[in-house]
């Protein structure tokens, strides 16, 4: 049976036995200094307020018992699954694969991937490395949630308008159920957040649902 939580633009339909966490990129690379983020021009600071916040969702779903899966943007050493596009459009100074204060830059197996230190998965938990900004894109997530029997998909992570909304409209289109978390996400441009929230949950829940961490917890406490 559903339990109803309070969300935009109406009560989101959670299903108990067929819920999963998703925790989108929260990788040094976005979040520390010296990473693809400051490399891209960007103030990072702004990405590790909502540590504490992603931190309490992963601490209920783990108490619950419920699926979590991780994922991490990255590309193979050889950069053999980066588009010369995407390469391209960093700065010449520091690009994609390029060595930067923790390691190659978006390379898989450097420092700059790890998920931060507060956040890491414990054992069980599902990561997936990703070389596109969804989360569906050449990875075998839909087998994996396949496997699980989840149905529907709550959303945390960075960046809110780049990754999550990606993989949010990815994962509305295979036919999950998707609510993101409003404090558990963040964007290095507030506005581009806030604009995120309001079309995912526009047009009738046209990509998901958004709800805030309290509302969440309190539902299902
Ligand atoms: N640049 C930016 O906002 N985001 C990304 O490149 N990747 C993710 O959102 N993870």
Known sequence: ????????????????????????????????????????GNDVTRLQAIVPAVAALLALFRKKGWPVIHTRESHLPDLSDCPPAKRGRGKPSLRIGDMGPMGRILVRGEPGNAIVRELAPVAGEVVIDKPGKGMFYRTDAAERLAALGITHLVFAGVTTEVCVQTSMREANDRGFECLLVEEATESYFPEFKAATLAMIAAQGAIVGWTTGLGELSAALD
């Open 1 to 40: 049976m559903s339990v109803l939580i309070p969300a935009k633009p109406f009560a989101y339909p959670l299903d108990p036995g067929r819920t999963a966490l998703v925790v989108i990129d929260m990788q040094r690379d976005f979040v520390e200094p010296g990473g693809f983020g400051a490399a891209l």
